[in-house]
């Protein structure tokens, strides 16, 4: 995949006011780590800073190339969809999302639209005015009476919860690249399951007068695995061969070995 149509590229982090330094830093880090590359930051206290470089421990490259703006409006250029983060549970007139939950709906977005996911300050959060840019809040669901994670904790979750959706993203589209078929119907499995039966009958396999629960075991396998209609066909492909061999037909006939 181009890292261009890599959807964490059109993610970007916003950091309102950092105080520490090194909290910027550390909020560099989390996002290289877990792909997201695009830092702005509004009126940061101190930066570029030694202790934020330090802090970043390899992940500077994103620091250089970190915007730094006088409003959070600013930052939020070309965004279709903007996530504010508040580690309060007040009284937020906005509809607040789990960090897994907003994170499906990001990427989702990503798909088409730049994405902003926006951090408070260290002793205040973001101000109302500032979450009234957002389309939706999140909460990291904390213990209430000790909620607030540090700036780079906080940053580091949601950047890993990004990156979750991501790779599901990721791993559904190698399954549909696995299944170069259309998926077997229930006909097929129907038709699949009798062909099954009546050879494993055929060859004294299955005593139909006790069959035990063999049919239903092997239905649950089968549900299991999946199976597109190349592979029933496979499946059938055999069983034909088995029966015809039996019955002294053509595939019998054709392997006198
Ligand atoms: N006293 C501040 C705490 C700010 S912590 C307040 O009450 O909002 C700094 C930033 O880290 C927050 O603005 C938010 O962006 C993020 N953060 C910390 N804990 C969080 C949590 N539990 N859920 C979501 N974001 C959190």
Redesign the pocket.
């Known amino acids: 995949m181009l890292a261009m149509d890599n959807p964490l590229r059109r993610i970007r982090v916003v950091l309102?006011e950092p105080t520490h330094p090194g909290n910027i830093g550390a909020a560099a880090r989390a996002m290289k780590t877990m792909g997201l590359h695009n830092l702005a930051l509004v009126r940061p206290h101190e930066f570029p800073c030694a202790a934020a470089t330090a802090m970043a421990a390899g992940a500077d490259d994103l620091l250089v190339r970190a915007q730094v703006a006088d409003s959070l409006q600013e930052t939020l250029g070309g965004c279709g969809w903007v996530i504010?983060?508040?580690?309060?549970t007040r009284t937020i007139p906005w509809p607040v999302h789990d960090?897994r939950e907003a994170a499906g709906r990001a990427l989702a977005m990503a798909g088409e639209a730049e994405v902003a996911v926006?951090?408070?300050?260290?002793?205040?959060?973001?101000t109302n005015d500032e979450l009234e840019l957002c389309q939706a809040v999140?909460?990291?669901?904390?213990d209430p009476d000790f909620?607030?994670?540090?700036?780079g904790?906080?940053?580091q979750?949601?950047a890993y919860e990004l990156r979750m959706q991501w790779l599901a993203g990721q791993q559904a589209a190698a399954v549909e690249m696995v299944n170069d078929a259309p998926p077997a119907t229930s006909d097929d499995m129907a038709r699949l399951y009798a062909h099954l039966e009546e050879t494993m009958i055929e060859t004294g396999f299955l005593d139909p007068v006790k069959p035990r629960r063999l049919m239903r075991r092997v239905r649950r396998l089968f549900n299991r695995a999946g199976l597109d209609r190349n592979e029933v066909n496979i499946i059938r492909g055999f069983l034909t061969a088995v029966q015809d061999r039996r019955r002294g037909g053509p595939g019998g006939a054709a392997d006198q070995t």
């Open positions: 309102v504010g983060t508040s580690a309060r960090p926006v951090f408070g300050r260290e002793h205040a959060g973001l999140v909460r990291i669901p904390s909620g607030s994670l540090n700036l904790a906080a940053v979750v949601l």
